[in-house]
Structures are given as C-alpha cells and as structure tokens.
C-alpha cells in the first residue's frame, strides 16, 4: 500500500460520504511517511502514526520464555493506545489526551498525528465506541489513569520490530533450541540482507555516479513529494526486484526510493534502471 493509494482511498471515501470522521491509527515502520504532507486537513481524518516518517519501530511482549514459539505478542504503538483504552473511561479521554499518554508510553519511536487536528477535542469513544463491560473490569482490578496515564503497567521486553525473527532465532540458540537448524537459519538472515541491501547500492551506483549524491540517496531520509513517481516506482520495485511480501528487510529501505523521485522527478529513468539491475535477482527475490 503506497501512499498515494491510501490518499486516494480516503479522498473518495470522504467524497462519497463513507464517514463524517475518520480515526486511523497506523502501525508500521515509516508509518509518518504516508501522511506527512499528504494528508490534508479538510477531509475529516486524523491519523496517528506508530513513527515518523524515517523512524522504525519496535514488537513488544518479547522474550518470553513460554511463548517462544510465538516471539512477540504486539507491537508498542499499537499495545499502548489498546491498554490505554481498556484501562480509562472513553467517555471522558479525548483523542489529544489518548495522543499524549500514547506518545509518551512509547518508547520505541516518536507517535505523530496528521490530518485534522482540531478533532483531538472529541472524545474516544466517539470512534471507539463505549466498553461499559471493561472500564467495570479494569475498575474493580484497581487500575486507575491519571490523565489517560496508564498506571500498573505490565513490565514488558520490546524489540526492533524488523528484527524480531533474528532476534527471535538467536534467543532459541542462547536456549538451546535445534542449534545446527537456528544456526542456518541465522545465517540465510544475514545473507538475505546483505543481498537485499546490494540490491538499492546497485540501483544508486547505477543512477549517480558522484560519491557525495550516492552517499546523499543511501542516507537522506524526506517526505514524499511525488506521489505519481513514488507510486510508480515503489509497485516496479515489488514487481521486478524484491519481492517485500517476502523480504521485508527490503521495506527498510525503501525511503531510498523517495529518494530517486526526489531526485530525479522521472519513474521512466528509475524504472529503467531497475530493468538493468534487477533482472539478476528475480530469481532469489521474487
């Protein structure tokens, strides 16, 4: 899902009067990305995201030791703003308040919001219903909220969301768990990264030849600025070089194709480029 097919998709549901107002919450690594100047605030939708737009972020519920075979049980972001709302009355919690013990409760990335900030006055429950049944539960367990701060929280292990299956395999090796198996699969990991990561240096070294653009297109993080050009490229990447479905170590990077667009406000000389590099990795990658 690119960014401008989430635009468009919430433009014509808010042109075909599908909401009066729409909540989206976003959990995704570079979730900022798919709003930051995109989305405007005249249609009645406020975003809140898991990171900003450069940012990655991290599962949570890690490491537990008799669970191991499922490695993390949510993500931070979206662990947070779920408890914050079984454990508060939303009839009470605006949207601003949720934001700001949300933000402050994730420690892994920075939350933003986007869109239509006024609606941050409104309370919860008006997107996310009345939970009568919790909010007796969560009283008579005790918990109590001081401006949507959720006290008693569970102590919880969080990990750098794309690295969870790595870190997941090596916690089964530190237990002992089907070394030769753990070993290999540790190492098809590394290899698959580093293949994956010769992929978009392949694809600059191809572009630009000077070593300062290069080095500028590999670490230069900015919002999107062309959505035609970012769409276009982003759906040939998936289709002619890697598949992210797949190799989601790939989405890591993927800011790098901004980048070209950026660059050179051109998909037909990105593309092109692509048919030059990547026919080469189809086979491993698709």
Known sequence: LTAKKLDETLRDMHRNHKFAQLVFYLEADQGGSMFEGI???????????????GESTDATYCDLHETMQLPCLGDE??????????MVDTTIETLKEQFETVQELT???????????????????????????????????????????VKNRHRRVSWPSRD?????????????????????????????????????????NSLVSD??????LLEEKSSIKNLDCHDDVVQMFILICVNVNKYDHALKYMYVLNNFCNKFDDSGKIIGAMRMICPGTRNRFI
């Not at 972001?77 to 779920?82: A, K, L, Q, R, T």
């Not at 939350?111 to 008006?126: A, I, K, Q, T, Y």
């Not at 290899?191 to 010769?198: A, G, L, P, Q, T």
């Open 211 to 216: 070593a300062a653009e290069r080095r500028s």
């Open 39 to 53: 989305l405007k605030n005249n249609i009645n939708v406020y975003a809140v995201t898991a990171a900003a737009g």
């Open 164 to 204: 969870v299956e790595l870190m997941h395999l090596q916690k089964l090796k530190q237990l002992g768990y089907r070394s030769a198996t753990v070993d290999a699969e540790i190492s098809r990991i590394h290899e698959d990264r580093r293949n994956v990561e010769n992929v978009f240096t392949e694809l600059i």
């Open 107 to 149: 420690e892994g990335s920075r939350v933003c919001h986007f869109g239509n900030l006024s609606m941050v006055r409104e309370p919860v429950s008006w997107f996310q219903g009345v939970g009568n049944t919790i909010l007796r539960t969560s009283k008579a367990n005790g918990l109590t909220t001081t401006k949507g701060t």
């Open 77 to 86: 972001f979206s662990v947070n703003w779920m408890e914050d709302s079984d």
